[in-house]
Protein backbone atom coordinates (compact mmCIF):
# COMPACT_ATOMS: atom_id res chain seq x y z
CA UNK A 1 0.00 0.00 0.00
CA UNK A 2 1.25 3.59 -1.09
CA UNK A 3 2.06 5.81 1.98
CA UNK A 4 2.94 9.69 2.26
CA UNK A 5 3.56 11.16 5.28
CA UNK A 6 4.53 14.81 5.42
CA UNK A 7 6.01 16.70 7.84
CA UNK A 8 7.80 19.97 8.98
CA UNK A 9 5.08 22.39 8.50
CA UNK A 10 4.28 25.36 10.97
CA UNK A 11 3.63 28.65 12.14
CA UNK A 12 7.08 30.95 10.74
CA UNK A 13 7.12 34.34 10.47
CA UNK A 14 7.49 36.42 7.00
CA UNK A 15 11.29 35.73 5.51
CA UNK A 16 11.83 33.17 7.49
CA UNK A 17 12.57 29.38 6.01
CA UNK A 18 11.15 25.79 6.80
CA UNK A 19 11.88 22.65 5.34
CA UNK A 20 9.28 19.95 4.92
CA UNK A 21 9.51 16.20 4.43
CA UNK A 22 7.66 13.44 2.90
CA UNK A 23 8.32 9.87 3.94
CA UNK A 24 7.04 7.62 1.18
CA UNK A 25 6.41 3.71 1.63
CA UNK A 26 4.52 0.74 -0.35
CA UNK A 27 6.37 1.45 -3.88
CA UNK A 28 9.91 1.88 -4.96
CA UNK A 29 10.27 5.17 -4.36
CA UNK A 30 13.72 5.68 -6.64
CA UNK A 31 11.98 4.90 -9.82
CA UNK A 32 9.37 7.32 -9.77
CA UNK A 33 8.93 11.48 -10.15
CA UNK A 34 7.42 12.91 -7.18
CA UNK A 35 5.49 16.31 -6.51
CA UNK A 36 4.53 19.11 -4.35
CA UNK A 37 1.51 20.63 -4.15
CA UNK A 38 -0.36 22.93 -2.09
CA UNK A 39 -3.83 24.89 -1.22
CA UNK A 40 -4.62 27.65 0.60
CA UNK A 41 -7.41 27.52 2.96
CA UNK A 42 -10.80 27.77 1.46
CA UNK A 43 -8.80 27.95 -2.03
CA UNK A 44 -7.98 25.60 -5.09
CA UNK A 45 -4.93 23.75 -5.62
CA UNK A 46 -1.61 24.86 -7.12
CA UNK A 47 1.62 22.58 -8.33
CA UNK A 48 4.52 23.62 -6.25
CA UNK A 49 7.35 21.67 -7.80
CA UNK A 50 8.40 18.17 -9.12
CA UNK A 51 11.62 16.50 -9.08
CA UNK A 52 12.32 13.12 -11.21
CA UNK A 53 13.83 9.78 -10.19
CA UNK A 54 17.64 10.59 -9.96
CA UNK A 55 17.13 14.17 -8.73
CA UNK A 56 18.59 15.63 -11.51
CA UNK A 57 15.47 17.36 -13.10
CA UNK A 58 13.15 19.85 -11.42
CA UNK A 59 11.18 22.25 -12.06
CA UNK A 60 9.07 24.76 -10.26
CA UNK A 61 6.08 26.99 -9.79
CA UNK A 62 7.35 30.74 -11.20
CA UNK A 63 5.95 32.44 -7.76
CA UNK A 64 8.75 30.08 -5.77
CA UNK A 65 11.50 29.85 -7.99
CA UNK A 66 14.76 31.12 -5.97
CA UNK A 67 13.11 30.44 -2.82
CA UNK A 68 11.78 26.97 -2.79
CA UNK A 69 14.37 23.60 -3.41
CA UNK A 70 12.69 20.00 -3.86
CA UNK A 71 15.30 17.56 -2.90
CA UNK A 72 14.90 13.99 -2.39
CA UNK A 73 17.38 10.73 -0.83
CA UNK A 74 15.89 7.99 -2.40
CA UNK A 75 18.40 5.81 0.31
CA UNK A 76 15.62 7.03 2.76
CA UNK A 77 12.43 7.35 0.43
CA UNK A 78 12.44 10.73 1.48
CA UNK A 79 11.37 13.94 0.01
CA UNK A 80 12.02 17.14 0.61
CA UNK A 81 10.74 21.05 0.08
CA UNK A 82 13.26 23.82 1.38
CA UNK A 83 11.26 26.72 2.05
CA UNK A 84 13.04 29.97 2.16
CA UNK A 85 12.31 33.55 1.84
CA UNK A 86 8.41 33.05 3.21
CA UNK A 87 5.85 35.06 2.07
CA UNK A 88 2.35 35.19 3.50
CA UNK A 89 1.25 33.56 0.43
CA UNK A 90 2.61 30.64 0.75
CA UNK A 91 -0.06 29.72 3.40
CA UNK A 92 -0.92 26.70 2.81
CA UNK A 93 -1.66 22.84 3.24
CA UNK A 94 1.33 21.50 1.24
CA UNK A 95 0.47 17.86 0.00
CA UNK A 96 3.74 14.79 -1.07
CA UNK A 97 2.24 13.52 -4.41
CA UNK A 98 3.44 10.59 -6.40
CA UNK A 99 4.06 10.66 -9.87
CA UNK A 100 4.83 13.64 -11.64
CA UNK A 101 1.84 15.12 -13.88
CA UNK A 102 -1.22 13.45 -12.28
CA UNK A 103 -1.27 12.40 -8.99
CA UNK A 104 -2.96 9.26 -7.73
CA UNK A 105 -1.57 9.04 -4.55
CA UNK A 106 -1.29 12.21 -2.00
CA UNK A 107 -0.33 12.11 1.61
CA UNK A 108 -2.38 14.01 4.05
CA UNK A 109 -0.71 17.41 4.06
CA UNK A 110 1.03 19.23 6.32
CA UNK A 111 -0.23 22.87 7.31
CA UNK A 112 2.27 25.92 7.05
CA UNK A 113 1.46 29.44 8.45
CA UNK A 114 3.18 32.70 7.47
CA UNK A 115 2.52 35.06 9.64
CA UNK A 116 3.73 37.58 12.09
CA UNK B 1 0.72 29.87 -18.65
CA UNK B 2 -2.57 27.53 -19.59
CA UNK B 3 -5.33 28.91 -17.79
CA UNK B 4 -8.31 26.60 -16.53
CA UNK B 5 -11.56 27.62 -16.01
CA UNK B 6 -13.86 25.68 -14.88
CA UNK B 7 -18.49 25.93 -15.05
CA UNK B 8 -20.68 26.06 -13.52
CA UNK B 9 -18.74 27.18 -9.76
CA UNK B 10 -21.90 25.46 -7.70
CA UNK B 11 -23.87 23.16 -8.89
CA UNK B 12 -27.00 21.84 -7.27
CA UNK B 13 -28.32 18.68 -7.68
CA UNK B 14 -30.20 15.77 -6.15
CA UNK B 15 -29.30 12.15 -5.58
CA UNK B 16 -29.79 10.24 -8.69
CA UNK B 17 -29.52 12.60 -10.52
CA UNK B 18 -26.84 12.92 -13.90
CA UNK B 19 -24.06 15.65 -13.14
CA UNK B 20 -22.29 17.24 -15.74
CA UNK B 21 -19.31 19.33 -15.05
CA UNK B 22 -17.09 21.31 -17.81
CA UNK B 23 -13.72 22.29 -18.28
CA UNK B 24 -12.15 24.93 -20.52
CA UNK B 25 -8.57 25.48 -21.28
CA UNK B 26 -7.46 28.19 -22.67
CA UNK B 27 -5.25 26.67 -25.20
CA UNK B 28 -5.08 23.85 -26.16
CA UNK B 29 -3.93 20.30 -24.12
CA UNK B 30 -4.71 17.30 -26.46
CA UNK B 31 -6.13 14.87 -24.28
CA UNK B 32 -3.66 15.59 -21.24
CA UNK B 33 -6.32 15.84 -19.08
CA UNK B 34 -7.33 15.02 -15.54
CA UNK B 35 -10.26 15.44 -13.00
CA UNK B 36 -9.68 15.00 -9.08
CA UNK B 37 -12.51 15.03 -6.66
CA UNK B 38 -11.82 16.43 -3.08
CA UNK B 39 -13.84 16.71 0.33
CA UNK B 40 -13.47 18.91 3.11
CA UNK B 41 -10.53 17.36 5.43
CA UNK B 42 -8.94 14.85 2.72
CA UNK B 43 -6.24 15.40 0.05
CA UNK B 44 -7.64 15.19 -3.23
CA UNK B 45 -8.39 11.69 -5.04
CA UNK B 46 -7.77 11.11 -8.83
CA UNK B 47 -10.85 10.12 -10.71
CA UNK B 48 -9.29 10.47 -14.36
CA UNK B 49 -6.38 10.89 -16.63
CA UNK B 50 -5.83 11.30 -19.74
CA UNK B 51 -9.27 13.15 -20.30
CA UNK B 52 -11.35 9.92 -19.97
CA UNK B 53 -9.36 6.96 -18.48
CA UNK B 54 -10.64 6.01 -15.15
CA UNK B 55 -8.06 5.63 -12.48
CA UNK B 56 -7.88 2.59 -10.10
CA UNK B 57 -11.07 1.64 -8.47
CA UNK B 58 -13.07 4.86 -9.89
CA UNK B 59 -16.56 3.78 -10.17
CA UNK B 60 -17.98 3.37 -13.73
CA UNK B 61 -20.95 6.08 -13.08
CA UNK B 62 -17.65 8.57 -13.42
CA UNK B 63 -16.81 9.13 -17.29
CA UNK B 64 -14.54 11.86 -18.76
CA UNK B 65 -14.70 13.34 -22.54
CA UNK B 66 -13.08 16.01 -24.54
CA UNK B 67 -9.83 17.05 -26.04
CA UNK B 68 -8.37 20.20 -27.13
CA UNK B 69 -10.05 22.44 -24.96
CA UNK B 70 -13.28 21.72 -23.89
CA UNK B 71 -13.55 18.60 -21.99
CA UNK B 72 -16.89 17.22 -19.13
CA UNK B 73 -16.62 15.23 -16.05
CA UNK B 74 -19.92 13.50 -16.22
CA UNK B 75 -21.30 11.35 -12.75
CA UNK B 76 -24.45 9.32 -14.29
CA UNK B 77 -26.41 8.67 -11.22
CA UNK B 78 -25.24 11.18 -8.12
CA UNK B 79 -24.76 8.96 -4.78
CA UNK B 80 -24.73 10.61 -1.37
CA UNK B 81 -20.56 10.46 -1.30
CA UNK B 82 -19.99 11.81 -4.53
CA UNK B 83 -21.34 15.67 -3.55
CA UNK B 84 -17.69 17.30 -2.91
CA UNK B 85 -15.72 19.45 -4.90
CA UNK B 86 -14.02 18.52 -8.57
CA UNK B 87 -10.83 20.26 -10.03
CA UNK B 88 -9.58 19.28 -13.58
CA UNK B 89 -6.09 19.72 -14.24
CA UNK B 90 -4.11 20.17 -17.11
CA UNK B 91 -0.53 18.38 -17.86
CA UNK B 92 0.37 19.13 -21.12
CA UNK B 93 2.12 22.16 -20.88
CA UNK B 94 5.18 21.26 -18.53
CA UNK B 95 5.40 24.40 -16.15
CA UNK B 96 3.65 24.76 -14.55
CA UNK B 97 0.58 22.24 -14.14
CA UNK B 98 -2.60 24.20 -13.50
CA UNK B 99 -5.80 23.52 -11.99
CA UNK B 100 -9.37 24.73 -12.57
CA UNK B 101 -10.32 26.89 -10.11
CA UNK B 102 -13.09 23.74 -8.90
CA UNK B 103 -17.12 23.22 -9.38
CA UNK B 104 -18.83 22.39 -5.80
CA UNK B 105 -21.38 19.70 -6.47
CA UNK B 106 -24.19 20.72 -3.38
CA UNK B 107 -27.22 18.99 -2.60
CA UNK B 108 -30.34 20.43 -3.17
Known amino acids: EVQLVESGGGLVQPGGSLRLSCAAS????????MSWVRQAPGKGLEWVAN????????YYLDSVKGRFTISRDNTKNSLYLQMNSLRTEDTAVYYC?????????WGQGTLVTVSS | EIVMTQSPATLSMSPGERATLSCRAS??????LAWYQQKPGQAPRLLIS???TRATGIPARFSGSGSGTEFTLTISSLQSEDFAVYYC??????????FGPGTKVVVK
Open chain 2, 89 to 98: QQYDNWSPFT
Open chain 2, 27 to 32: QSVSNN
Open chain 1, 26 to 33: GFTFSTYW
Open chain 1, 97 to 105: AKDGRTWPF
Open chain 2, 50 to 52: GAS
Open chain 1, 51 to 58: INPAGSDK
